[in-house]
């Protein structure tokens, strides 16, 4: 049986909350907060602690099950199979919209003379061989690209720290509270793909009292840190673009990197940047990927690589199928917003309350 | 068609352990299951011509006729004659305790106390009888006693300690290994004496039957380590075993990677660092390279010369050859990429400069760097082989004469020689010769996949090869460690950095540490 060791975990966890939120964040939270938008980024991850700790609640009292097992047991074998369900459509489809949104990044901004299709089979060739390479080597994977995400965002944000226009964060506040909420609502769905991804892989979490204690702390930290560095790409974009066109770049990390310019023998390096961004996008694109076997193998007991290859086919299709652009956009923001973001903040506390009930009762 | 792809099949895919290869059985068998005598020996091996018999008689209480039996070139002959022969013939003929020899007690009094001999050794079976003539030793049968005494004097020419060739350092011990398995044992045995250190014999191979020795020290390394070793090992059925080679291809994890799994050193020093670090020797007799596992990625671009450097010049070495490595697997690639696909990545000034120079070529960037490095390779391979004097011809002939002709005549812009150039010597710079093999061959597909979709195309390369490498185990250890999983300790102490040796307080945390860890923070 693999395992996932505390550390890793935190770098898993935090790489698939990462995923690529740093490519779309910026324009959703300026949006609907303005100028304040980058407030709403550290609150709107720290949602995700609470359903987090549920998740391990519910790990300490029914070790070595998913969050799909648990609810079977919990609901009765139907109600379980149905929520499998929706968690296999819900996260098969969002999957594919990740390929989708892959292969339109990269032929909008370093490469748009070439045909989609091969990003979407190069995306999906990565995602394919790190779920055919089990869960531990998908863990091993995020320990060495997520710090490398990490370093490039945080390149990327100092070299564009000379551009800063002085003035563009002011004033602060000035259409009150009330639109930061907004932007956290446009932040939590992110939380919520993190919490989904926590539902299957607690099999593979180490069970002990000491060892879950270790991962309620790497949630914390996971959380924090892709939350500071989410609100730091967010705060650069806004000072040095201003919230208009923030929010007209839609991916205006992309342009920060067009923008570099080190000593006249360096310049552009977006595309240099746009590899460590693959890595960052098939650690979510994966987890995907892995979410939807989880599913299959709970609800269906089907398992194994061929397996693996009909969900590519099927993200495959997704991403072909798509209109691609802003339609794409809207469309990967909607299956956020009104798919995941409901289905886990229903499905996670339900579970938890019902499970502590039974536990109360003694049922 | 069929029988096309079954021999396809056996050419590419490594049987399981349990079913690898069938065990030779020979005629030969039948025989060394016969009761011992010294007449059946004489059967077995009158053949060959470098066998050599000696009847004599002791005349104790009774006449007993012996046999003395060794081959001529890997026995001692003046140790047989002043220790055996010369003893038992001359000096104590007529001695008391010779006056007491019988059938049934000869070979006792003999080890006990007329033989001065230090490996003296009684035994009962026809195949450790045979086993110890075809080792060198020398081994005397009694009249028609079921026993044999079996006298160690092997001595046959080597060519003693040498330098080794392939790990030639500045500041260092010189001493190598050699092709006989005492003097590596010995050599070994000079670095460690401790009593922990274990050597265990075995034998390898059908027809050969190579002496292998695992060696290790007992408590330091990992007892799975050390018993998986053993049970592979023990899974090698073939009738030659002539090298490490050999061995190596039989049980590493995953033959079909390019990557080495198994380390492998001619320095005595180097396999003493292992072996103190919890690692497991093979020594395998004719081959002065020893083998040691499990290896990690790391440690191929590790040489012994960084602990007896200055850690801060190791440190900069170590990280010159961690950068040679990149540049010597991804320097034609990045080239290609940005030429063809990305050149908003270069300033103007440079990039009119890049373009001036490939005015006039007719090649596509990936055909250029695609035909310089495929030259290099046919040059590498040609001179690797040939006399030493020769060997350089060929190097100025390729790198001068071709080269400068080849830009001369338009076909090459200079600035992929300068290219190819660096990336040649960068691999000179990777100080593990599988593993610039390793490198050499990956190049290819990353040269192709930065000519098809540039950037994209190496970072897609890139992550293909992470995976794979993550995925690949030796002796269980994952082969990435320390870097994933995560063993910070190790990270900080023995891997691009080396700390002083006074900060290398306890052994490198490579595989004492099962995966996952389940001590705080995940990290041991």
Not at chain 1, 266 to 279: A, I, Q, R
Request: charged share 20%.
């Amino acid at each position: 049986m693999e395992r996932v060791s505390p550390h890793q975990f935190m770098t898993l966890g935090a790489g698939v909350l990462m995923g690529g939120t740093f490519l779309l964040l910026a324009s959703g939270v300026t949006i609907a907060s303005g100028r304040d938008g980058w407030m709403t980024v550290l609150p709107g991850f720290t949602v995700g602690i609470p359903y987090a700790l549920m998740v391990f609640s519910l790990l300490e009292q029914y070790p070595r099950k998913n969050l799909l097992q648990i609810s079977e047991i919990l609901f009765g074998k139907w109600i379980g199979k149905i929520i499998g369900l929706v968690y296999i459509l819900t996260t098969g489809y969002y999957g594919g919209l990740l390929l989708a949104l892959l292969g339109d990044i990269f032929e909008r901004s370093i490469m748009p003379l070439t045909p989609l299709w091969v990003f979407y089979l190069g995306g999906l060739v990565l995602a394919i061989y790190l779920a055919g390479s089990g869960i531990e080597v998908f863990a091993r994977f995020s320990e060495v690209v997520f710090p490398v995400v990490v370093i490039a965002l945080i390149l990327s944000v100092a070299l564009a720290i000379p551009r800063i226009e002085q003035g563009e964060l002011l004033p602060i506040l000035d259409e009150g509270l009330k639109p930061l909420f907004r932007g956290v609502l446009k932040v939590m769905p992110f939380a919520m793909e993190y919490i989904l991804f926590l539902a299957g892989i607690s099999t593979f979490l180490p069970t002990g009292k000491q060892e879950l204690g270790q991962l309620r702390t790497e949630v914390w930290r996971a959380i924090f840190l892709v939350g500071i560095l989410n609100m730091l790409v967010v705060l650069i974009q806004i000072l040095v673009f201003g919230p208009e066109e923030t929010i007209r770049l839609a991916n205006g990390i992309l342009v920060l990197g067009k923008m570099v310019e080190v000593s006249r023998t360096v310049s552009g390096v977006e595309s240099l940047f746009m590899g460590v961004w693959l890595g960052a996008m098939v650690i979510k694109m994966s987890a995907f990927l892995f979410m939807v076997s989880w599913g299959i193998e709970t609800v269906f007991s089907l398992k194994g690589l061929k397996w693996n290859f009909v969900v590519g086919v099927v993200f495959l299709g997704i991403a072909l199928g798509f209109t691609r652009g802003p339609y794409m956009l809207r469309e990967l923001s909607v299956t956020e917003s009104y798919l995941m973001f409901p289905f886990a903040s229903l499905w996670i506390p339900l579970l938890w309350g019902v499970a502590r009930w039974k536990k109360g009762a003694g049922v | 068609m069929r029988s096309w792809l079954k021999m396809l099949k056996e050419l590419t895919v490594r049987p399981k352990v349990k079913r690898i290869r069938k065990s030779p059985s020979y005629s030969f068998d039948e025989e060394l299951n016969k009761p011992l005598s010294g007449q059946t020996v004489r059967e077995i091996l009158a053949k060959s011509s470098d066998i050599v018999f000696r009847d004599f008689f002791l005349q104790g209480k009774e006449r007993i006729p012996c046999l003395l039996a060794a081959i001529d070139g890997m026995v001692d002959k003046n140790q047989l004659d002043q220790y055996i022969l010369k003893p038992l013939l001359v000096d104590l003929a007529g001695h008391p305790e010779m006056a007491q020899l019988t059938i049934a007690n000869v070979l006792d009094k003999t080890i006990q106390s007329i033989l001065p001999g230090l490996e003296l050794k009684k035994i009962s079976k026809m195949e450790e009888a045979i086993n110890a003539i075809l080792s060198g030793d020398a081994v005397i049968f009694f009249g028609e006693s079921k026993e044999a005494l079996v006298f160690g004097a092997r001595g046959w020419a080597n060519r003693g300690v040498a330098e080794p060739i392939t790990e030639s350092i500045v500041k260092g011990p010189r001493e190598g290994f050699s092709e006989t398995l005492r003097i590596n044992t010995s050599l070994l045995r000079r670095k460690i004496k401790h009593p922990s250190l274990r050597m265990i014999s075995l034998k390898l191979g059908g027809m050969t039957n190579t002496d292998v020795i695992v060696t290790y020290i007992e408590n330091v390394a990992h007892p799975d380590i050390v018993s998986e070793v053993f049970r592979r090992l023990g899974t090698i059925k073939m009738d030659a075993m002539l090298g490490n080679g050999y061995i190596e291809e039989m049980i590493e994890d995953n033959p079909y990677s390019p990557f080495p799994q198994i380390a492998f050193t001619e320095r005595p020093d180097v396999l003493a660092g292992k072996i103190l670090e919890g690692k497991v020797g093979i020594i395998v007799d004719g081959t002065p390279i020893v083998l040691s596992v499990p290896a990690t990625l790391t440690q191929f671009l590790n040489v012994n010369e960084d602990y007896y450097q200055r850690a801060m010049v190791a440190i900069l070495s170590r990280s010159i050859r961690y950068l040679g490595a990149f540049i010597a697997l991804l320097a034609p690639s990045i080239y290609i990429a940005v030429t063809t696909f990305h050149q908003e990545i270069i300033p103007t000034d440079l990039l009119i400069s890049i373009s001036a120079s490939r005015q006039g070529v007719p090649l596509t960037a990936l055909q250029e760097a695609l035909a310089m490095l495929i030259t290099l390779e046919i040059l590498q391979e040609a001179g690797l082989r040939l006399p030493k004097p020769i060997g350089s011809t060929i190097g100025i002939v390729g790198a001068l004469v071709i080269g400068d002709a080849a830009v001369k005549a338009g076909l090459i812009s200079p600035l992929m020689v300068i290219i190819v150039g660096l990336t040649a010597i960068a691999s000179y710079a990777i100080p593990t010769f599988d593993l610039g093999l390793a490198v050499r061959l990956i190049r290819f597909p990353f040269m192709i996949l930065a000519g098809i979709l540039g950037f994209f195309g190496i970072s897609v390369g890139l992550y293909t090869l992470l995976i794979h490498l993550l995925t690949l185990r030796s002796f269980g250890v994952p082969y990435l460690s320390p870097i994933a999983p995560l063993r910070l300790r190790a990270l900080l102490q023995d891997t691009i950095v080396r700390a002083p040796w006074w900060a290398l307080k306890r052994r490198p945390q490579l595989i004492d540490v099962e995966e996952p860890q389940a001590g705080r923070k995940g990290k041991g």
